[in-house]
């Protein structure tokens, strides 16, 4: 029920800032359509923490900063290899361990490799992560684990959690 | 400013129209025609702004959802061959051929 | 003053989107495998429609609707990408496409396909 409710004021939030109207009218007609998604998502039995992640800490936005700039220097790395005229590529796949004990952070890791140009996460699969890189380089960034442990730190608060 | 953004799109979007033609395989049209559709959302965007009607953003939205839904759509029709899979007998076929 | 600075800013982002647009579509073309081509598109999908959002948002006239637009595209953008561009490799190794590799490299730390069951 708690669920519901908060899934409501988020929609009802996300329906105000995209249309921005204010008049009790248009208003009243927002109410009526959020609580009609709520209705059939409950029927639909998927308003679950999956589908509903409070429990994700405000942690990930300082995680989110960094990936960002993670992200500009990995495309950095990337324009330059596509822009060199002999196109410089070494192709590799392995495999590394994602040291997160949950699904959830796992799944944060993985799409936070995939992300990054240069790397993409191929298959995941009990812990495992296949991924391919673009250059050698790269691949070691991801095996140098820096990722691994910040994503664990995010997920740490919630370890245990359920 | 506006201008030179609408044509480095533009570009990039004829040349992902010459990766859709050439292929050579499912998927790398599959990714070009990807790439088209997150391409259209940077050009109704900007369009938006060259225009000086910003409420052209709420299309770029719109369009930036029915992208990601179409890709995946199209994937599963081309793995499974039928929209309605649940996707678990193919998968293990799939790792007992391997 | 500000609002040069801001115009300045804005130039700048988007012009810096533009040439990683152009890089990312040259990528797709000349990268030899459906795999290695999924790079180049990662690039227009993260910093090149970043940076064009960003040099966009700094044209929005302080904080207002067309600013929170803005970011939902963005965040659409960030959450959607990773996931379909996985969908499509994945897809593309499940079909049996082989990747092109560069032989004979060792990666230190890298689990072996078979038998190492340390971890």
């Known amino acids: 029920m708690a669920n519901s409710i908060s899934l409501w004021v988020f929609l009802y939030a996300f329906w105000f800032l995209l249309s921005g109207h204010t008049e009790p009218l248009l208003l009243g007609f927002g109410a009526v359509s959020c609580t009609l998604v709520v209705y059939i998502a409950h029927r639909m039995d998927v308003i679950d923490h999956e589908g509903h992640p409070s429990h994700l800490s405000l942690k990930i936005?300082?995680?989110?900063?960094?990936?960002?700039?993670?992200?500009?220097?990995?495309?950095?790395?990337?324009?330059?290899?596509?822009?060199?005229?002999?196109?410089?590529?070494?192709?590799?796949?392995?495999?590394?361990?994602?040291?997160?004990?949950?699904?959830?952070?796992?799944?944060?890791?993985?799409?936070?490799?995939?992300?990054?140009?240069?790397?993409?996460?191929?298959?995941?699969?009990?812990?495992?992560?296949?991924?391919?890189?673009?250059?050698?380089?790269?691949?070691?960034?991801?095996?140098?684990?820096?990722?691994?442990?910040?994503?664990?730190?995010?997920?740490?608060?919630?370890?245990?959690?359920? | 400013?506006?201008?030179?953004?609408?044509?480095?799109?533009?570009?990039?979007?004829?040349?992902?129209?010459?990766?859709?033609?050439?292929?050579?395989?499912?998927?790398?049209?599959?990714?070009?025609?990807?790439?088209?559709?997150?391409?259209?959302?940077?050009?109704?965007?900007?369009?938006?702004?060259?225009?000086?009607?910003?409420?052209?953003?709420?299309?770029?939205?719109?369009?930036?959802?029915?992208?990601?839904?179409?890709?995946?759509?199209?994937?599963k029709y081309f793995s499974f061959k039928d929209l309605g899979h649940d996707g678990r007998d193919s998968n293990e076929a799939h790792k007992e051929d391997a | 003053m500000i609002e040069m600075i801001l115009t300045g800013l804005s130039w700048f982002f988007i012009l810096l989107g533009s040439a990683i647009i152009l890089i990312g579509a040259i990528g797709v073309i000349r990268l030899p495998d459906v795999f290695t081509r999924s790079h180049a598109a990662g690039m227009i999908d993260t910093m090149g429609a970043g940076m064009?959002?960003?040099?966009?948002m700094f044209q929005s006239d302080g904080f207002n609707l067309v600013l929170v637009k803005l970011v939902m595209i963005g965040l659409a953008l960030f959450f959607t990408s990773p996931v379909s561009s996985h969908a499509l490799v994945r897809a593309a190794m499940a079909d049996g496409a082989k990747p092109l590799l560069k032989e004979g490299v060792e990666l230190e730390g890298a689990l072996k396909d078979e038998g190492d069951k340390s971890y």
């Open chain 3, 52 to 56: 064009l959002l960003i040099g966009l």
């Open chain 1, 61 to 162: 936005l300082p995680y989110w900063a960094w990936l960002s700039w993670e992200i500009v220097k990995a495309n950095i790395d990337v324009a330059k290899v596509i822009l060199s005229p002999k196109l410089p590529i070494s192709p590799v796949m392995f495999k590394t361990k994602a040291n997160q004990k949950r699904e959830l952070g796992q799944v944060i890791y993985a799409n936070s490799i995939t992300l990054t140009p240069g790397t993409v996460t191929v298959n995941l699969e009990d812990g495992i992560l296949e991924v391919h890189a673009l250059t050698i380089q790269g691949a070691k960034d991801v095996l140098s684990g820096e990722m691994d442990r910040r994503v664990c730190q995010v997920k740490g608060e919630m370890e245990g959690k359920y």
């Open chain 2, 1 to 75: 400013m506006y201008i030179a953004a609408v044509v480095a799109i533009l570009i990039a979007i004829a040349l992902g129209l010459v990766r859709a033609s050439l292929g050579p395989t499912i998927y790398d049209r599959i990714l070009a025609v990807n790439k088209i559709g997150t391409l259209t959302v940077l050009l109704i965007a900007v369009h938006g702004f060259l225009a000086g009607r910003p409420e052209f953003l709420d299309i770029a939205l719109v369009y930036a959802l029915i992208n990601f839904i179409g890709t995946i759509a199209v994937l």
